[in-house]
């Protein structure tokens, strides 16, 4: 994707360059962390028996891949096969090529052994998929209701004669009881928890319900493509419209000026011809030339014009999943604990709404997340058109620590400087006492774990790396 600061008004005048700037604050918002990828790659490619040595920080080697895999990756695409053994792998750009160590491969989308994982892994549980399961919700932060999650496969191809994937991605929209639909940019999947042994009953009863019972496949595929399909081609066609132009426009400088080079010849040479004067290159070639220059601009723009006009492949609705709030399941509840998650609900409160004031004092507007939302709390949107993603964290003053969330960290360290820590220390003697600090790169010290849902992190340290709301 072109940087932002490529876009230059007086090249792509005819775009709007603030929803080209929206578009892309909304795939920057989406875009996979390392170690998201790394989590299901190496979970994925285990599976197959293989051996992955872990050789140094952030780099692995893999052992000689199973035919399986290999064979996966013929099929896709014979020009790019897989190596059967990889010395150094690694998730993440900067460390391809350290000081005095091997250079590494870098496993991210568009490379043929992920691709080939993916596609192995789908082949082989899909069923699995399809079958669905049960999650539990034991967030501080759920819902009041069970919902259902479905797994969406979605491609984007364009109408090239060997059409291409432009666009191969899953969404896990969470539908309601009342017909509501949510997608986040976070899967909220990594925040969920499998069912305990106590829990089986009341479960029982919730996915027996005739709401669980219903098939929502319809409503799902029909808002797949209208809110998840759909503005994903507008985002990608505007992206290839950009590259697209820029490209067209060197294109025909460069063909038109060899075509005019050749017409000039061959008006030249034609005239010498005339006179008499026969030179090695004839007049007859010159044209030749001119016109198979013609041909190749005119086959090159059509091949651009294909590139751009985007088709929707059908959405596959691969899994599914009852997720249900930890709370619906917890009837024997002491008292103390009720007491405790309604001071909770008052204190991230109060924590959200002075967030919201910080942000409205600094121009911004801030825009507060449903309470389910993975990932972050608040989307604030200042002068310029920038997106900041903020995380609110809450405590009574005093507290020792605070816990955040696997999902929680991928996300800020996805989103960099536009991400912020905000911590609220609660005071007792009301809101008018309470204290806010913004940090900022609150997360890159840490490395989330696949098998790690939440982290408990000490309060002081992130506070004395805090600073006023900026």
Do not use: C
Request: hydrophobic fraction near 35%; charged fraction near 30%.
């Amino acid at each position: 994707m072109l940087a932002e600061r490529a876009l230059h008004p007086e090249m792509f005048s005819s775009l709007n360059l603030d929803e080209v700037r929206a578009r892309m604050d909304k795939a920057r918002e989406r875009r996979l962390q390392p170690a998201n990828i790394a989590a299901f790659f190496l979970a994925a490619l285990t599976r197959h028996a293989r051996r992955i040595r872990k050789q140094d920080k952030g780099r692995n080697e893999i052992t000689p891949h199973p035919a399986r895999v290999i064979d996966t990756a013929r099929r896709l695409n014979r020009w790019a096969p897989v190596a059967e053994q990889y010395e150094r792998i690694t998730f993440e750009l900067s460390r391809m090529h350290p000081d005095g160590l091997a250079d590494a491969s870098l496993i991210a989308p568009g490379h043929p052994l992920l691709h080939a994982v993916i596609e192995a892994t789908i082949d082989d549980l899909g069923p699995t998929l399809k079958q669905g399961t049960v999650l539990v919700d034991r967030r501080t932060k759920q819902t009041d209701a069970p919902m259902l999650m479905f797994s969406v496969e979605q491609r984007i191809e364009n109408t090239a004669d060997d059409a291409d994937t432009v666009s191969h991605h899953f969404d896990y929209p969470l539908v309601e009881q009342d017909g509501t639909v949510t997608v986040s940019a976070a899967p909220p999947y990594l925040d969920y928890d499998r069912p305990d042994s106590t829990e089986t009953e009341a479960i029982a009863e919730i996915a027996g319900s005739d709401w669980a019972r219903q098939n929502h496949e319809k409503l799902v595929r029909s808002w797949a493509y209208r809110e998840g399909l759909q503005p994903r081609m507008d985002e990608i066609k505007t992206r290839l419209d950009i590259e697209t132009a820029r490209t067209r426009a060197q294109v025909k400088d460069r063909l038109l000026a060899e075509i005019n080079h050749w017409d000039r010849e061959h008006n030249r040479l034609e005239a010498l011809e005339r006179a008499g004067t026969v030179g090695r290159l004839r007049a007859e070639t010159a044209l030749i030339r001119a016109r198979q220059l013609d041909e190749r601009l005119s086959h090159r723009l059509e091949q651009l014009d294909e590139a751009t006009n985007l088709v929707a492949v059908p959405a596959v609705i691969r899994g599914a999943a009852l997720v249900v709030p930890s709370a619906l399941l917890a009837t024997d509840a002491p008292p103390e604990a009720q007491t405790f998650a309604r001071q909770t609900e008052e204190v991230e409160r109060r924590a959200v709404e002075a967030v919201l004031a910080a942000e409205r004092a600094l121009g911004r507007e801030p825009v507060e997340m449903p309470r389910n939302n993975p990932g972050y709390d608040i989307q604030s949107t200042d002068r310029n058109g920038f997106v900041h993603y903020i995380e609110v964290k809450g405590r009574i003053e005093g507290s020792d620590t605070f816990t955040i969330t696997t999902n929680e960290i991928t996300f800020a360290q996805t989103q960099g400087d536009r991400h912020r820590l905000a911590l609220v220390e609660v005071s007792t003697n009301g809101s008018a006492h309470d204290l806010l600090r913004y940090v900022s790169d609150a997360f890159t010290h840490l490395e989330p774990s696949a098998t790690t849902r939440s982290y408990n992190e000490v309060w002081r340290d992130y506070w004395e790396r805090g600073g006023p709301p900026r």
